[in-house]
C-alpha cells in the first residue's frame, strides 16, 4: 500500500497540518485493516523527509490512541 499527501499544504497557511495528515493516515489505515488477523500484521513504514515526520506522528496518535 502507498500513501501520498500533499507535502505543499503541509507548511503552509493551509487547514491541513501535519496533525491532520497523520490522523488522515492512521484513519485510511484502520480503513483498510479490517479482519482480527490484518490488524495484528506488523506494518513497515518507508518514508522520506516529512513523510518521517508524519510516521513519528502517526506512531505517536496510534500509542495514544491505545492507552486510552
Do not use: W
Not at 497540518?17 to 480503513?31: F, H
Amino acid at each position: 500500500m502507498s500513501y501520498g499527501y500533499n507535502s505543499r499544504t503541509a507548511f503552509s497557511k493551509a487547514v491541513t497540518d501535519i496533525n491532520d495528515e497523520a490522523a488522515m493516515l492512521l484513519d485510511r489505515l484502520d480503513g483498510e485493516r479490517q479482519s482480527k488477523d490484518q490488524k495484528a500484521r506488523p506494518i513497515i513504514f518507508v518514508s522520506h523527509s516529512l513523510g518521517g515526520i508524519i510516521v513519528k506522528k502517526v506512531r505517536a496518535l496510534s500509542t495514544m490512541a491505545i492507552q486510552y
